[in-house]
């Protein structure tokens, strides 16, 4: 019998951006409480992420009592103000209306991307749904791309790893809940998990794209990550890793805490 935990939870305040290690991790309605809670746009207020702008990875965000600073190298720390008006933004085929955050951290990442850059962020009147084909109760979503959390496994990057000449670590994949005392790839199986207070549903397997070949400490590409993936956990024209899925009730999930599954595909 597997005895499933939390190994490792992720908070991403900043679309694309590092990724926070966390030991607690809030959910409102919407989804992790400040995941892709902010998002760089250009300027057409389309979002950018590191599938184009590698150097997105080396921005790393600090978060204090809601209140988002940025760092880079080479870049002094900036602390990010409250909004002044609204920004029409598109994520993927999604548009909607969001804060711009002026224009002092808007000349901050044009100077370290190297691109015309503007950040925005959530308000209580952003919304956004879910794909309809696979969510039917008006689950919302932040920045993120397509729903509010991500699930993955230790156990199957443990096995993608023994493909590679050496171990990559978990945040090349973005996840929010990493789960370990599984097997290799049981996540694909899972239908839905309860976890203290919450349930997941997992809808939808993760499509990937070449962010997973980007080193998260120095933005380089390897590319030997999503050529492993190709060989290894390919269908069709695309390869997956780990599981798109949201969330039914509120709550904070913790590092350690036990993990049950309620039913299975």
Same mark, same amino acid.
Request: glycine fraction near 6%.
């Given at each position: 019998?597997?005895?499933?935990?939390?190994?490792?939870?992720?908070?991403?305040?900043?679309?694309?951006?590092? @990724? +926070? =290690?966390?030991?607690?991790? #809030?959910?409102? %309605?919407? *989804?992790?409480?400040?995941?892709?809670?902010?998002?760089? &746009?250009?300027?057409?207020?389309?979002?950018?992420?590191?599938?184009?702008?590698?150097?997105?990875?080396?921005?790393?965000?600090?978060?204090?009592?809601?209140?988002? @600073? +940025? =760092?880079?190298?080479?870049? #002094?720390?900036? %602390?990010? *103000?409250?909004?002044?008006?609204?920004?029409?933004?598109? &994520?993927?085929?999604?548009?909607?209306?969001?804060?711009?955050?002026?224009?002092?951290?808007?000349?901050?990442?044009?100077?370290?991307?190297?691109?015309?850059?503007?950040?925005?962020?959530?308000?209580?009147?952003?919304?956004?749904?879910?794909?309809?084909?696979?969510?039917?109760?008006?689950?919302? &979503?932040?920045?993120?791309?397509?729903?509010?959390?991500?699930?993955?496994?230790?156990?199957?990057?443990?096995?993608?790893?023994?493909?590679?000449?050496?171990?990559?670590?978990?945040?090349?994949?973005?996840?929010?809940?990493?789960?370990?005392?599984?097997?290799?790839?049981?996540?694909?199986?899972?239908?839905?998990?309860?976890?203290?207070?919450?349930?997941?549903?997992?809808?939808?397997?993760?499509?990937?794209?070449?962010?997973?070949?980007?080193?998260?400490?120095?933005?380089?590409?390897?590319?030997?990550?999503?050529?492993?993936?190709?060989?290894?956990?390919?269908?069709?024209?695309?390869?997956?890793?780990?599981?798109?899925?949201?969330?039914?009730?509120?709550?904070?999930?913790?590092?350690?805490?036990?993990?049950?599954?309620?039913?299975?595909?």
């Amino acid at each position: 019998m597997e005895s499933l935990h939390i190994s490792a939870l992720y908070l991403h305040p900043l679309k694309s951006a590092a @990724a +926070l =290690a966390v030991e607690e991790l #809030p959910y409102d %309605e919407r *989804g992790p409480i400040f995941d892709r809670h902010w998002m760089v &746009v250009d300027h057409n207020g389309k979002f950018r992420s590191q599938r184009h702008t590698q150097k997105m990875c080396l921005i790393v965000p600090e978060l204090q009592a809601g209140v988002l @600073a +940025l =760092a880079a190298p080479s870049m #002094p720390r900036i %602390e990010v *103000g409250q909004p002044s008006e609204l920004r029409e933004v598109t &994520v993927w085929a999604d548009t909607l209306n969001a804060g711009d955050c002026g224009d002092a951290v808007a000349d901050w990442l044009t100077t370290f991307l190297g691109v015309s850059s503007r950040l925005v962020v959530l308000t209580p009147q952003s919304e956004r749904l879910v794909d309809r084909h696979y969510a039917g109760n008006d689950e919302t &979503v932040g920045f993120a791309d397509g729903f509010p959390s991500l699930i993955a496994t230790q156990a199957s990057l443990d096995d993608l790893d023994q493909y590679m000449s050496s171990a990559v670590d978990m945040r090349r994949f973005r996840p929010n809940i990493v789960i370990s005392g599984s097997t290799p790839y049981a996540e694909d199986q899972w239908q839905r998990l309860r976890i203290g207070e919450l349930e997941f549903d997992l809808v939808k397997p993760c499509s990937r794209c070449i962010i997973p070949s980007i080193d998260p400490d120095t933005g380089e590409k390897q590319l030997v990550v999503n050529q492993a993936l190709m060989t290894h956990r390919r269908r069709g024209r695309e390869t997956y890793f780990g599981q798109n899925a949201v969330h039914r009730g509120t709550g904070s999930l913790r590092v350690g805490q036990a993990v049950e599954v309620i039913s299975e595909k």
